[in-house]
């Protein structure tokens, strides 16, 4: 089932964490950013539309380096409900993929919950002084890898956001596969 990201709530703060990475160390969230910014990005292992764009996302967080804004991705999807969602496959899709940055799990889900979010992929871009100035897509991608001369939503994005501190007040939401939420034992 497919899921739209809501529109930028600007300002808003991010929320740290210290989650367990793929490379058998953990990580605080804030240590990711850059000097000029971060992408909180919320991914997962099995999402078509994660899987389409995930060389793309690689890319983005690459070449953003260079503008002083870090990266991480953190998957919160219910890994007992969807197996190919473990910490272990998600080590098998970070070295598949050669991710560059930390790929963390939010078990208990609560970081997602914190920043709202609510498909994979969903991005979550923050100024140097971590308050959220972008949300919205890598690109206009879907399900199928679009054209390679697609505009780079979320990597011009966070240029604008290097630059001046401010994302772009016109921005696209992100659509991918809805979160699976785990279900609390009072609703069985």
């Known amino acids: ?3 739209s990201a809501p529109v930028c709530d600007f300002g808003r703060p991010a929320v740290d964490a210290r ?3 793929v490379d058998g160390t953990s990580h605080s969230i804030f240590e990711q950013a850059g000097g000029k910014g971060l992408v909180v990005a919320f991914i997962c292992n099995h999402c078509p539309y994660v899987n389409a764009v995930i060389a793309r996302i690689v890319r983005d967080a690459t070449e953003l380096k ?19 969602d473990s910490f272990d496959n998600m080590t098998v899709f970070a070295r598949r993929n050669a991710l560059a940055f930390p790929y963390l799990y939010d078990e208990d889900q609560a970081i997602a919950k914190a ?3 609510v498909c994979t992929p969903d991005f979550f871009g923050f100024n140097k002084d971590m308050k959220l100035q972008y949300r919205g897509r890598l690109d206009a991608s879907r399900k ?3 054209p390679a001369d697609l505009r780079r ?3 011009e994005a966070m240029v604008m956001v290097a630059l001046f501190g401010k994302g772009p007040a016109e921005q696209q939401p992100s659509i991918g596969c809805a979160i699976k939420w785990k279900t609390p034992a009072s609703q069985l």
């Open 1 to 3: 089932m497919s899921a």
């Open 19 to 21: 989650l367990p990475g």
């Open 66 to 84: 260079a503008h002083g804004v870090g990266f991480v991705a953190i998957s919160a999807n219910d890994a007992e409900a969807y197996p190919e």
């Open 115 to 117: 920043y709202g979010a």
């Open 144 to 146: 199928e890898i679009g």
């Open 153 to 155: 939503d979320l990597y």
